[in-house]
């Protein structure tokens, strides 16, 4: 996948396993890619490796044909074992690999992404050349229990001072992503607000449309 086509990426969802149980990945991923979402993250943190593959193979099969990208969460081996575009890392996850071995460890990946949670961190990110960053969460979000939101002034400041395309994350919401709009963003992901919608493919097209007018 080419960053041209990364930096034309706009709404970015999630097959995320805590709040898809019992649910066919692949036709939760299809359910997406049909309301706009343009890059998919699968997210397993509580599965095993073995099982992390299987889900993501199930999604990378169905976002083929649409050449959505689909990322995934931490696994490097897994993201290279499916043949996903890449890999998202979370701040410790990307301490944890030796500045020397970065290279080599990510070289089979076109995109790595980064979650950010700070104006230092963005700038570090960029830095270190990674292709996207995550910004947030911008609002409360169960899926970071316990995590203080860096609130809408973090995103006027990476829209001021950073240049790698990066996705507001956490807590959005269609009664809110106004907020982040106005702030300057052009990408967000969203997970809650899509995955426990009671149409999927309706709640990421109602998103896209904001994104669109931009």
Same mark, same amino acid.
């Given at each position: 996948m080419s960053k041209t086509r990364l930096a034309g990426c706009r709404l970015y969802g999630f097959v995320d396993t805590a709040y898809i149980e019992g649910l066919d990945p692949g036709e939760v991923a299809r359910e997406l890619i049909a309301g706009g979402v343009d890059i998919i993250q699968v997210r397993a943190k509580e599965k095993s490796h073995a099982d992390r593959v299987d889900l993501a193979q199930k999604v990378v099969s169905a976002a083929f044909q649409y050449k959505v990208p689909v990322i995934i969460n931490d696994d490097i081996q897994a993201a290279f074992e499916t043949g996903a575009d890449g890999v998202h890392l979370g701040q410790e996850d990307w301490a944890a690999i030796p500045r020397e071995e970065r290279a080599e460890r990510?070289?089979?990946?076109?995109?790595?992404?980064?979650?950010?949670?700070?104006?230092?961190?963005?700038?570090?990110?960029?830095?270190?050349?990674?292709?996207?960053?995550?910004?947030?969460?911008?609002?409360?979000?169960?899926?970071?229990? %316990?995590?203080?939101?860096?609130?809408?002034?973090?995103?006027? *400041?990476?829209? #001021?001072?950073?240049?790698?395309?990066? =996705? $507001? +994350?956490? %807590?959005?919401?269609?009664?809110?992503?106004?907020?982040?709009? *106005?702030?300057? #963003?052009?990408?967000?992901?969203?997970? =809650? $607000? +899509?995955?426990?919608?009671?149409?999927?493919?309706k709640a990421a097209a109602a998103f896209r449309i904001r994104l669109e007018k931009l």
């Open positions: 990510l070289a089979n990946m076109r995109i790595v992404g980064l979650s950010t949670h700070s104006l230092e961190q963005a700038l570090a990110a960029e830095r270190d050349g990674a292709d996207y960053l995550g910004v947030g969460p911008v609002f409360p979000t169960a899926t970071k229990p %316990g995590v203080k939101p860096v609130g809408v002034e973090l995103v006027r *400041e990476v829209v #001021a001072r950073v240049h790698t395309p990066f =996705f $507001a +994350i956490g %807590g959005i919401t269609l009664d809110n992503i106004g907020e982040i709009i *106005e702030a300057g #963003a052009t990408r967000v992901a969203v997970v =809650f $607000a +899509i995955l426990k919608a009671p149409d999927r493919s």
